[in-house]
């Protein structure tokens, strides 16, 4: 049996439960969004439900960063896992924590500044910036990129036989 063009190297039900676990996290992160306040719970502060929008309300800064970096996090991770359980190479499971270093490292810090300075004329870059680093776009896209080049690699045959 194979998914995805793969062969396995775990039995059949850890891939399903790795993709299952994946797309079950990404599917309750998404539905809970609004309950995901981890600086509540660890500071002293009462949970309320979170309501961030676009239109630059007044929010706690240190409050913000922390919940949306949690919200990314589980974003990238439930992602992995998909990734793990389609396709159990280590090349993309690599290729893909890089990724989230780079969303990490780069895009959210670039989102956060953007949204706690609140420039003028610049709602609609946040909102599209918003959706590339806290839903998980980027990680979504390797999927197809991963399964081209599997394809690819099973039509050009092993490396070193040409």
Do not use: C
């Not at 690599?94 to 706690?116: E, W």
């Amino acid at each position: 049996m194979r998914l995805l063009g793969t062969p396995i190297h775990l039995k059949p039900w850890k891939r399903w439960a790795y993709i299952i676990i994946g797309a079950l996290g990404l599917a309750l992160v998404y539905l809970f969004h609004r309950y995901l306040n981890l600086y509540a719970l660890l500071s002293t502060e009462p949970f309320t439900l979170l309501n961030y929008t676009a239109d630059y309300r007044a929010v706690d800064p240190l409050a913000f960063s922390v919940n949306k970096a949690f919200r990314y996090l589980l974003n990238d991770v439930f992602a992995m896992l998909l990734v793990y359980g389609l396709f159990y190479e280590r090349r993309f499971l690599r290729f893909a924590f890089y990724v989230l270093l780079f969303g990490l490292v780069v895009l959210m810090p670039t989102y956060l500044v953007l949204y706690l300075s609140q420039p003028a004329g610049f709602t609609s870059m946040i909102s599209h910036l918003h959706r590339v680093v806290f839903n998980p776009v980027l990680m979504m896209l390797l999927i197809p990129a991963f399964f081209f080049q599997v394809q690819q690699e099973r039509r050009s045959g092993p490396p070193g036989q040409m």
